[in-house]
């Protein structure tokens, strides 16, 4: 499958040069027991309304705009094809407070009232979780960082994880990295991440793609799911005790 990830207008000559002589030639691959991450899929980060980034920054400070909300309509086909095909789907998100210690660098205090920062932290309605399907909140930038994900990933038996959300240089790629180093194979979905300045998005899932995981088209991963599902039905279940 040819797909164009986009970060190519991001890269130097030189990138250029390095990446024919040292970069990637074929994905690694995923295994036989996936999981979807979707990592901090919340209004604040996009807003209540559908509009550019710059505009929605104005209630929403940390909002990524539009781009947000591009990746979000993304996600949606690819969660009902998780659910349509038996795979787990995990939902991850940060604590709902305005404790934040991993972030060093000093903010205006929010002129958020209460009762918007409360809506802000809900998980946007078109990929908001459904009965049976899990909700972990986290105290640091990565899912797994203090969690339980790796302890659910792997009493599921987990072998690939499938990551989606925001941010693409911060959360998701902090999160693809401890996903990595507890060798769980790792994707992100292109079209259904998403971060605040293109440079950092581009440059992030090029980096994530050479080192921590496949970066591959959301195409290709509703296929896999499929494909997943089809060779579970080929096999007569288990019978319990």
């Known amino acids: 499958m ?23 030639t074929e994905l690694s691959g995923f295994g036989s027991k996936p999981a979807l991450v979707l990592i901090d899929m919340y209004y604040s980060v996009v807003g209540f309304e559908r509009l550019p980034i710059f505009e929605s920054m104005k209630t929403w400070p940390g909002s ?12 949606v086909a690819l969660l009902a094809a998780a659910r349509a095909c038996g795979i787990p789907v995990i939902h991850v998100k940060g604590l709902e407070t305005d404790i ?14 209460a009762e918007m920062k409360r809506k802000g932290d809900q998980i946007v309605e078109e990929v908001r979780p459904i009965a049976g399907e899990l909700v972990i909140e986290k105290a640091a930038a990565s899912a797994f960082q203090g969690t339980p994900l790796a302890f659910h990933l792997n009493g599921l038996g987990v072998d690939t994880v499938i990551c989606c959300g925001e941010s693409t240089s ?3 790629r902090a999160s693809v990295v401890d996903g990595a180093t507890h060798r769980y194979r790792m994707g992100v979905v292109a079209e259904c991440v998403y971060d605040r300045t293109e440079a950092s998005h581009y440059i992030n899932l090029y980096d994530m793609h050479q080192k921590y995981a496949d970066v ?14 089809n060779a579970a039905d080929s096999f007569p279940a288990r019978k319990t005790a």
């Open 2 to 24: 040819t797909y164009d990830y986009g970060w190519g207008n991001f890269l130097s000559d030189r990138d250029k040069e390095h990446d024919k002589l040292w970069g990637k």
């Open 64 to 75: 990524m705009g539009l781009e947000g909300w591009a990746a979000i309509d993304q996600t």
């Open 100 to 113: 934040k210690p991993w972030v060093h660098r000093k903010r205006a205090a929010s002129k958020l009232s």
């Open 170 to 172: 911060g959360c998701v």
């Open 216 to 229: 591959v088209p959301k195409a290709m991963v509703i296929d896999y799911f499929h494909e997943i599902a």
